[in-house]
């Protein structure tokens, strides 16, 4: 793109990204602070039930059967009755559930709750509000770390990934205890099917059971325990976080029909689970600004290398280790089971990172009948320079890492439990890689110190991408993920923040052509000067 032009098409993109801010913002004022009906009496208004303030009281049960086969009073067995329930009061319940033999036998249980007036029964109650949730949960086991060094006996523990019954140890209920009027025909659409009327017409309360703070990794295998710990918490819920919830539901529901895991979901359930509204605002929109942030940085990353034919001033051995870093990095999400959030957008990256390397050493593609042929392109002086000095920074580098890597190694091995052989292969690649993956961003540090210049980085996607690494920082505290990719986070900062001191103290040189072979000196002067 020539100096004069109008960067049209990076300020629609923002234009773009600005309006769906102020869309998703407006939507979630939206939903905290909906539209009440203004007359509670008129026939299009639906008043609460809870406006008479009734004695109400709380019944929970519990049920091998599915809720939506069909189940009976006899099949339900009494957990919990709490007479005089207060909707407005916090409080938690330890229980001691018993487990019936075919729920240890990889099958299923469910929780009941009746919210009901007092001295009444909940059963066939026109004035009783229900819901149920799920107590069990069917996912793989966890596989258990180990010593590989260890005893065969040791080594034979949770190697089997086999479906089951798994506990979840905590749920909270959740009573609205905001009198809301609401338009009989503008009840949210995620609200719906919660709803259940009175013979007067009016709302019963509605009961929610919020599974979104329960994590996998929370889990607990059943195996043949009789008795299973559960930890019940009680506490009124707004209207607006109500109607977040169901949402959110709704959209992991969706995020399983496309193929997104349960453990790729927890990040979802980690961020939307007692979030503070204000922090869930600034989440949103951090989210949207890494999102342009990253499209920017790589459109100008793919522009910076799609035009580049020289690699004068750039590091090629910087270049091999970011792709072999990347590699590393992604087995070792996998690996970790990281979600999918963090796993997905770090694959783009790589392809790219492979993509760089094709540009850097002029790989083109020749098919001899029906086999590609690799073939190298070949270096001018300039570039036989800077890869001098790119070789000469590494063999320093590698006399100091490579003892470093080994003992690392050894260490982790003798003294580290690891799921098997292949976890602590990427295990010990990855610590080094998060260890001194800033040390070998030297050698472009010493290629721009031997030139006197940093004219041939590409800035514009380097200060996208280092916009990043700060909106990074305060995901490293938000998302869930390995406590060495968390550190890593912040050891990017220091590496940008050095190639900020050397762009001060090497001014660039205005007859230098950019990366985008753009002179910013006018012919005329050039020529005056050759003269």
């Not at 707004?238 to 959209?251: A, P, V, W």
């Amino acid at each position: 793109m020539g100096v004069g032009k109008f960067p049209w098409f990076t300020v629609a993109v923002c234009g773009l990204a600005t309006t769906y801010l102020v869309y998703t913002l407006y939507g979630l004022y939206g939903i905290f602070y909906p539209e009440e009906c203004p007359d509670p009496k008129a026939p299009v208004c639906l008043p609460p039930y809870l406006s008479a303030a009734p004695a109400l009281q709380l019944s929970l049960y519990t049920s091998t059967k599915h809720p939506k086969s069909g189940v009976t009073r006899n099949e339900l067995n009494k957990l919990l009755g709490i007479k005089e329930f207060d909707l407005h009061s916090s409080f938690e319940e330890v229980l001691d559930v018993a487990i019936p033999p075919s729920t240890r036998d990889n099958g299923s249980m469910y929780l009941h709750v009746f919210l009901h007036p007092v001295g009444s029964s909940p059963f066939g109650n026109r004035y009783s509000g229900y819901t149920w949730s799920p107590l069990t949960q069917h996912t793989e086991r966890q596989l258990v770390s180990m010593n590989l060094l260890g005893d065969a006996e040791e080594t034979s523990v949770g190697k089997t990934n086999a479906t089951t019954t798994h506990w979840k140890p905590r749920l909270s209920v959740h009573v609205m205890d905001r009198n809301h009027v609401f338009h009989r025909n503008g009840i949210p659409s995620e609200l719906y099917r919660r709803f259940q009327l009175t013979p007067e017409g009016s709302y019963l309360p509605l009961v929610y059971i919020n599974e979104l703070g329960v994590k996998v990794k929370d889990l607990v295998v059943v195996d043949d325990a009789e008795t299973m710990q559960l930890s019940l918490s009680f506490s009124p819920i707004t209207l607006g976080k109500l109607r977040l919830h169901s949402q959110i539901l709704q959209s992991m529901s969706n995020l399983r029909d496309l193929g997104f895991g349960d453990r790729d979901l927890d990040e979802v359930r980690g961020l939307m689970s007692d979030t503070n509204v204000y922090l869930l605002f600034v989440t949103v929109v951090i989210s949207v600004l890494h999102l342009l942030f990253d499209f920017l940085a790589f459109k100008n990353d793919v522009s910076f290398w799609r035009s580049r034919d020289s690699m004068v001033g750039l590091s090629s051995r910087t270049l091999i280790w970011r792709a072999f870093s990347s590699v590393v990095v992604l087995l070792y999400l996998q690996d970790q089971q990281t979600s999918a959030l963090i796993r997905y957008p770090f694959a783009i990256g790589v392809f790219i990172e492979f993509w760089k390397l094709s540009k850097a050493f002029k790989v083109t593609i020749r098919w001899v009948g029906l086999l590609p042929r690799l073939t190298l392109g070949s270096y001018s002086a300039e570039e036989l320079t800077t890869d001098g000095f790119d070789s000469h920074a590494m063999r320093y580098l590698s006399i100091a890492l490579v003892p470093l890597c080994l003992a690392g190694s050894l260490y982790s091995l003798y003294f580290v439990p690891h799921k098997s052989w292949y976890s602590w292969s990427i295990q010990c690649l990855v610590n080094g890689v998060y260890a001194f993956g800033f040390l070998f961003m030297l050698p472009q540090l010493f290629v721009n110190y031997k030139l006197r210049s940093v004219a041939h980085l590409p800035w514009r996607a380097l200060g996208y991408k280092a916009f990043n690494t700060f909106i990074d920082d305060l995901f490293a505290f938000i998302i869930t993920m390995p406590t060495a990719h968390r550190i890593a986070c912040f050891r990017d900062d220091v590496v940008f923040v050095v190639f900020l001191y050397q762009r001060w103290l090497y001014p660039v040189d205005k007859t230098r052509y950019n990366e985008y072979g753009i002179s910013y000196t006018p012919e005329s002067e050039e020529k005056e000067k050759r003269e």
